[in-house]
Every structure is written in structure tokens, then in C-alpha cells.
């Protein structure tokens, strides 16, 4: 490959494809062409770089200069004014919110300061489906490493030291369950990749297959030597058809590269990898299920011990772990545990993924070093809550999860402090929430996905989640009693202490937090029969203020129902009777105007009844009412 | 309906006769005819010789694996919080005034089935929905009613 003056690294993920970047790219080479520097620079596509929210967006190499929000508009001129009179344009740049200066270089700008990628750290640089430019990129050296001058006890030792604990959501000490295994007599065993994620909210497993497939591969297989495995499995969820495609593609180049199969690197060690897909059962993410589910029998969980370690997949020993967990191994290998205990806190090392999703403004997966504090994650790196809105909680663990107030936003985030917050690390799931989010309205949405679901098999988990989720109903519903919150409180205990499986002894959660912080707001909706957020509809009502409807029609037109009334020039009036309270005339109603507004509680009876439309007049700016 | 003919005795062929073939053979009935038939649940059952019922139970258990007459083109839309947050329920709304069904159901014509489904991991590109295989993200009701008018000049 000729070596250019400047590479552009032009992000193709699917949040830049859909914003246009394959014109942006046509745009480039267009113009690059135009003023005769193909022989200097050269457009290079890459995979997602992470900051979706800036895209299109590429990367100036190896000035390592940003530049987002193109258009093919602005590339004539940042071509010429950059690359022929070097001149960086300043208007392309990010700028933070409140500054007028833009951070030129990537590597400053806070959403990627503050990340430390070892799990993907390929992601956005290499080719996933060119098993090559992983190999480029130091991949299988550690494999190589491992085979050549370690022994099984050496790789165990090694990830014990390194403090690595299992990332997908319990936190076990990965070289623990190695040595376990590895101390069982019965053979074969079994190395198994645990990709059924199913926390809402959690997309990492699927993301690192789709940009970094062969990193976990190459875990596993060193896993595999480290427990006398030789042969594995990936369990992967049938929603992420592409990440599957992706892992077959990489088996089979393995296979041809002797990285994995019979001998692998003329050594005595064989490994071979097996997919088997789930059928979107969100219980088969449970360690006992996942390998009934493999093994074709009914996946509801059993109880432990014996751990898989000691007696997994066909009564064998198996070691099973999270898609994180396998593609951080070769980098510990490669770099040390020395050098991976250095990052972290005290009981959790190294780093790990969020996916920083819901009210917040640069959305996406994020890695991060333990005991970096929620607040950072959501200001620094996730750029703050949109539209000026408040800040209200952080869900973080799932449906295992709790949520995480603002008073707490200083919390160091590592599995300790959040378990001790009422919640848990869980996969990774990070669900920023602001004002307008009810948190009656959560709980009763994880309790009702938990309820669904409920493999049935104990009855606190199947019985329990059904009584929560039909009080939560009530509460929402404006039929709350005031016994109900002791009642939520009393079988979400009953239902921790009494059930089989992760599930059900974590499904309690998102009650029993939201309870704890939010009570206030229980409160409102049982005795007052008040939604502060404004989110359940039988405690709001829509109402339009006759001192500011000017009677454009607009809402009139586009209400779903037709429960508007009034014509050209007369203040209109909502049926509320016919009224879905579906909130389309709160959107349409042209901002300046601003007549809509949604009430709850006792604001519902002060609504007064105007019961026909009659006409806008004006005075001083004001209708008379 | 659609008739299983040698399906099934193909797939056993190909992922062997044992309990554990029983997930991978209903997923491929599955991927190729969108849901299952008692006739194909039957024939499995008696090419792996295991009792029927357990072939249903097993069926059953997984969302994914339908036993329901399902359209060509099943849509379905993530009912994750993180979607409700960014207006879900407006692409519900459209998908069902433009196929003229409820949540749950299949067009009379075959081509369409509407279900909601779990986090489908799209969550920073929210709402999303799955046509068969195909992930749709970043949705608005003028996004949607574009992609399923292709759909349905297809």
C-alpha cells in the first residue's frame, strides 16, 4: 500500500451510513481529485467510531485532527482550505456547549479523553470480516504466547493476578472459576461464550462481534489451554443476525490460518468453536439455562451449587463467561497483569463498557476505567441531558438493576459502590433518564419484563413479579392505596429471598431503588393522584390556555381522535372525553404560541369548563378570556 | 401452511438425531417458513424420536420460535424502555394504520405479522424495529411508512 501525506478516516457505522457518509465520501474523493492530490491523500472507511452523535464525522490522520457534522457541502472547501493551504477549518470541529473555542484533536475532545479502550480497542480501525488486520493489530500473539511459553497454571495465575472479574454482570473472579475448573478430574470440558444479552438497554456483546469478532475468539481458545478444554461454544441471541455472520466468517478464517482446529500453531493443543443460537428466551442468559438450552432440554435455570465449573454442559466441567470477559484475556496476556491491576479500583480492575443510552446527548457504547464517577459518564463523556432538562436518574444493571438518583451522581462506578447503591453493574446498561421520566412508570416496565419473562419454575419469581406488576398498574393507573407501598416492599423481599436464580433473587430491584429514592413519587400518584413527570396518562389531562390559543387549527387538524374543537380565529377546547391524551397537540402547537399544557393531580380540577369555542380577540397582546 | 415434505428429515441429517439437534433443526424450519406447524413439530418429533409435547414445550418456551401462522415480512418492534422513551409507540401507531392490524397479528394476504419483541440492542439509535433479519433504526412514522411501502411493492 502507497504511503499518503494524509489518510481520512471516514466512519461508516450505521449512525453515520444513515446520516450520509457514503456522499460524504463520494464528496471527498470528488474533490480531491479536482485539485490533484490523489497522490497524497486517501479516503480509508472504517467501522463505528463511537461518537454517533457528531456524525458523519472523520478522523485527519496523522494529524489526528475531528471533524463532524459534515455535509457534502463543506468538503470542497475543507479540502481546499486543510489539505492544500493547511488550514484546519475551525466551523467543523467540535465545540463544546458552553465555549467558544473547538477542540481540534480527537484525543481531547472529553467523550474520548475520558475512555480507555481495551475491549475495543480495535473498534473503528480494522476491518471485522479480514481476519489479517486483527492479526496486525497484535492478534493471536497472546494466543501465540500462551502455547509457546506458558503453562495452563501459568495463564490461570496470570488472570488471577490481574483482578479480571466476570463482566456480565455478577462479577466473579474470572481466574477463580478457571482454577476450579481446571482442578476437576472429569474430562472433557468445555469452554462456553455467554452472547445472549438480553438487559434492555445493553447492546456491548453484539458490538464487539460485529467490530472485534476475533478478540473473544482468541480468549476462548486461550481459555480453553489454561482449563484443558477442546471445544467451545458461543451462545448468541438470533436478534443480532449480522454479529453471527461475523463469527461464522472468523471461525472459518481461523480454521484456514491453523489458529484454531487440530494443532493449532504445530503444537499439540486443538480447539474448535461451535455457535449455537438462542431463540429470544432472556433467561437463557442465565449460566444453568444457557446450558440447558445448548444441551436441547427445557432451560429453566437449577440451582447452584454445583457451579458449571464443576459439572456444566453434559454434567461436565465448563467455564463460562461473559463476551467482555473473553476479549479482555489476550490483552491481559499480552500487556501483564501488572499492568492491568493498575487500572481500577481496589476490587474492581481494568475497564469496562457501558452503552450510555436514553436522555442523553452522544449516545453509544462508551469503555471506561473502573472508578470513574457516574458524573463524569454523563456530563463529560455523554455530553449532559438534551434540551436543557433536568437530570433525574441513571438505571444501570437491567431488570437486575436499580436506579441510581442525581443526589448519588458522585459515586465511583465499580461493582462494590453500585450494589451498595441498591442496584448492580449487571452488563452494562446505562439508561440516563431526566424530568419527564415517571419512575413508577420504570419499575412497572422491568417488572412487567421480568414477569414476561419468568421461566415459571419458582412461584415467588412467576407468582411475585405478576403481584408487583398488577399494584405498579394501579399506582400508575391512579387506583393506588396507601398499604401498597409496605406490600411492594414485602414480596419484593419475599421474592429476593425465595427464588432459584439470578432473575428472580435481582428482579425486585427496580421496585425496591425506586422506592428507596423515589418514594416521594409513589407518594404523589397513591395520595394525590399526581404523576410529577406528567407521563401516566390517567393522572393527566391536556388543556389548552385560552389566553394563548391564537386558533390556527393546528392541533384541530392533526388530533388523532378528533377531539378537538373550535375553527379559524376561536380558541379551541380538548373533549376530555374523546381525548387519548396522546400528546400530538402539545407537539404541533407552533412553539411562540405554547397554548398546550399538560396538568396532573389537583391542576385536573382547576381546569374550568369553556364549552364552546368562540373568537380570538386581542388586547395588549393577550386574548380576553 | 406449508407443506414440511423432506425438511425435516434433511435437518436431522444435518444436525444429527439428538436431543440437543432439536434447537438447531426448529430454527432452521423457522428461519426458512417463519413459524412452525403441528404437522412439522410432529415430524420432528418422530425424527428424533422424542414425544411430541416436548417439541411443543421446547417450541413454545422461545419467543423466536413460532407456533402461530406468521406473514413473510415480520416486523417486529422493540418494546424496550429505551425505545418508549423515544417514541415507540408513534411507530406502532403508523405500522398499524398502514397494514390495517393490531399488535400481535398477520395481514390476511400473508405478508405482514406485527409483534413486539425484547431489547434488540439498537438502543442508542432508538426506535428500532426487525423485518425478518433486517434492523430499521432511528425511526420517525415518515421513516417507517417509507421502508414498508418498499416492503410492499416487494
Known sequence: ?625 | MYQVGNLVKELSDKHGRMRESLMPILQEIVQKHNYLTDEAMVEVARELDISAAEVYGTASFYTFLDTQVKGKYVIRVCKTITCSMKGKSDIIQTLEDMLKIKIGETTTDKQFSLIETNCIGWCHKAPAILINEMPYTELTPEKVSTIIKDYMQK
Open chain 1, 1 to 625: 500500500m502507497a504511503v499518503r501525506r494524509i489518510e481520512l478516516m471516514l466512519c461508516t457505522g450505521t449512525g453515520c451510513v444513515a446520516g450520509g457518509a457514503f456522499r460524504i465520501s463520494e464528496a471527498l474523493e470528488k474533490e480531491i481529485q479536482k485539485q490533484g492530490l490523489e497522490k497524497e491523500i486517501s479516503v480509508i472507511i472504517t467501522g463505528c467510531n463511537g461518537f454517533c452523535g457528531h456524525g458523519p464525522l472523520m478522523l485527519v490522520q496523522p494529524d489526528g485532527i475531528f471533524y463532524g457534522f459534515l455535509t457534502p457541502e463543506d468538503i470542497p472547501f475543507l479540502v481546499q482550505e486543510h489539505f492544500l493551504k493547511g488550514r484546519p477549518v475551525k466551523k467543523l470541529m467540535f465545540s463544546p456547549p458552553e465555549k467558544k473555542e473547538p477542540v481540534p484533536l480527537l484525543s481531547e475532545i472529553p467523550f474520548f479523553k475520558k475512555q480507555l479502550l481495551i475491549v475495543l480497542r480495535n473498534r473503528g480501525i480494522i476491518d471485522p470480516e479480514k481476519i489479517d488486520e486483527y492479526i496486525a493489530r497484535d492478534g493471536f500473539t497472546a494466543l501465540e504466547k500462551v502455547l509457546t511459553s506458558m503453562t495452563p497454571d501459568d495463564v490461570i495465575n496470570e488472570i488471577t493476578r490481574s483482578g479480571l472479574r466476570g463482566r456480565g454482570g455478577a462479577g466473579f473472579p474470572t481466574g477463580t472459576k478457571w482454577k476450579i475448573c481446571r482442578a476437576e478430574q472429569k474430562m472433557p470440558k468445555y469452554i462456553i461464550c455467554n452472547c445472549d444479552e438480553g438487559d434492555p438497554g445493553a447492546f456491548m456483546d453484539r458490538s464487539v462481534f460485529e467490530s472485534d469478532p476475533l478478540s473473544a475468539m482468541e480468549g476462548m481458545i486461550i481459555g480453553g489451554y489454561a482449563i484443558g478444554a477442546s471445544h467451545g461454544y458461543i451462545y448468541a441471541r438470533s436478534e443480532y443476525p449480522l454479529a453471527i455472520k461475523r463469527m461464522n466468517l472468523s471461525i472459518s478464517s481461523a480454521k484456514d490460518y491453523g489458529l484454531m482446529g487440530k494443532n493449532i500453531l504445530g503444537t499439540d493443543f486443538s480447539f474448535d468453536l461451535e455457535i449455537r443460537q438462542g431463540s429470544g428466551a432472556f433467561v437463557c442468559g442465565e449460566e444453568t439455562s444457557l446450558i440447558l438450552s445448548i444441551e436441547g432440554r427445557g432451560p429453566e435455570p437449577i440451582q447452584r451449587p454445583p457451579f458449571p465449573a464443576q459439572s456444566g454442559i453434559w454434567g461436565c466441567p465448563t467455564v463460562i463467561n461473559n463476551v467482555e470477559t473473553w476479549a479482555t484475556i489476550p490483552v491481559i496476556i499480552n500487556r501483564g497483569a501488572d499492568w492491568f491491576s493498575k487500572i481500577g479500583t481496589e476490587t474492581s480492575k481494568g475497564t469496562k463498557i457501558f452503552s450510555l443510552v436514553g436522555k442523553i446527548n452522544n449516545a453509544g457504547l462508551i469503555e471506561v476505567p473502573m472508578g470513574i464517577t457516574l458524573k463524569e459518564i454523563v456530563y463529560d463523556i455523554g455530553g449532559g441531558i438534551p434540551d436543557n432538562k433536568k437530570f433525574k436518574a441513571v438505571q444501570t444493571g437491567g431488570p437486575s438493576g436499580g436506579c441510581i438518583p442525581y443526589s448519588m451522581i458522585d459515586i465511583p462506578i465499580d461493582f462494590e459502590s453500585l450494589i451498595e447503591a441498591g442496584s448492580m453493574m449487571g452488563s452494562g446498561g446505562m439508561i440516563v433518564m431526566d424530568e419527564d421520566t415517571c419512575m413508577v412508570d420504570v419499575a412497572k416496565f422491568f417488572i412487567q419484563f421480568t414477569n414476561d419473562e419468568s421461566c415459571g419454575k419458582c412461584t415467588t419469581c412467576r407468582d411475585g413479579s405478576e403481584a408487583l406488576h398488577k399494584v405498579l398498574t394501579d399506582i400508575t393507573n391512579g387506583d393506588g392505596k396507601e398499604v401498597d407501598l409496605e406490600f411492594l416492599e414485602e414480596v419484593g423481599n419475599a421474592i429476593k429471598d425465595a427464588s432459584a436464580c439470578g432473575l428472580g433473587t435481582t428482579l425486585p430491584n427496580p421496585v425496591l431503588s425506586t422506592l428507596k429514592y423515589f418514594r416521594d413519587e409513589y407518594e404523589a400518584h397513591i395520595k394525590e393522584r399526581r404523576c410529577p413527570a406528567l407521563v401516566c396518562k390517567n393522572l393527566i389531562k391536556y388543556y389548552i390556555l385560552p389566553e394563548k390559543c391564537t386558533g390556527c387549527k393546528l392541533c384541530l387538524k392533526n388530533c388523532p381522535p378528533g377531539a378537538i374543537k373550535g375553527e379559524l380565529k376561536h380558541i379551541h377546547i380538548i373533549d376530555q372525553s374523546k381525548c387519548t391524551k396522546c400528546g400530538t397537540c402539545l407537539d404541533v402547537c407552533p412553539p411562540k404560541v405554547s397554548a398546550i399544557i399538560k396538568v396532573s393531580g389537583k391542576e385536573m380540577e382547576n381546569i374550568t369548563g369553556i364549552e364552546e369555542p368562540y373568537p380570538v380577540k386581542r388586547k395588549g397582546g393577550k386574548n380576553e378570556t
